[in-house]
């Protein structure tokens, strides 16, 4: 079983940035596709970033790539969102996720599942 708990979120002004932290137990982190998902009010959760096991590859939604970045340090089984240049649509709940292996978009594909970290952007 792996647990996930997400932090770094709060309260931040447009432009400004922000990095989430997601902090896995369990010994198969390093094996384990890990990802980042939102759900903004009244909104469908949507694909975010996801990263492999080894960091080697990234994959993006169109929509945040250039802002956003996904990373991982397997030494301290966390994996991070470095979040730039925030508007106020990027207020959402930040999910962390992870599965074994294959990296993937699909929510539906992935096994373990954060609380999620709250991050409000103001205008």
């Known amino acids: 079983q792996v647990q996930l708990v997400e932090s770094g979120g709060g309260l931040v002004q447009a432009g400004d940035s922000l990095r989430l932290s997601c902090a896995a137990s369990?010994?198969?982190?390093?094996?384990?596709?890990m990802a980042w998902f939102r759900q903004a009010p009244g909104k469908e959760r949507e694909f975010v970033a996801a990263i492999t096991g080894s960091g080697s590859s990234t994959i993006y939604s169109d929509s945040l790539k250039g802002r956003f970045s996904i990373s991982r340090d397997n030494a301290k089984n966390t994996v991070y969102l470095q979040m730039n240049s925030l508007k106020p649509e990027d207020t959402a709940v930040y999910y962390c996720?992870?599965?074994?292996?294959?990296?993937?978009?699909?929510?539906?594909?992935?096994?373990?599942w954060g609380q999620g970290t709250q991050v409000t952007v103001s205008s």
């Open positions: 996720a992870g599965r074994p292996f294959i990296i993937a978009r699909e929510q539906y594909r992935y096994d373990y």
């Open positions: 369990g010994r198969t982190f390093s094996n384990s596709a």
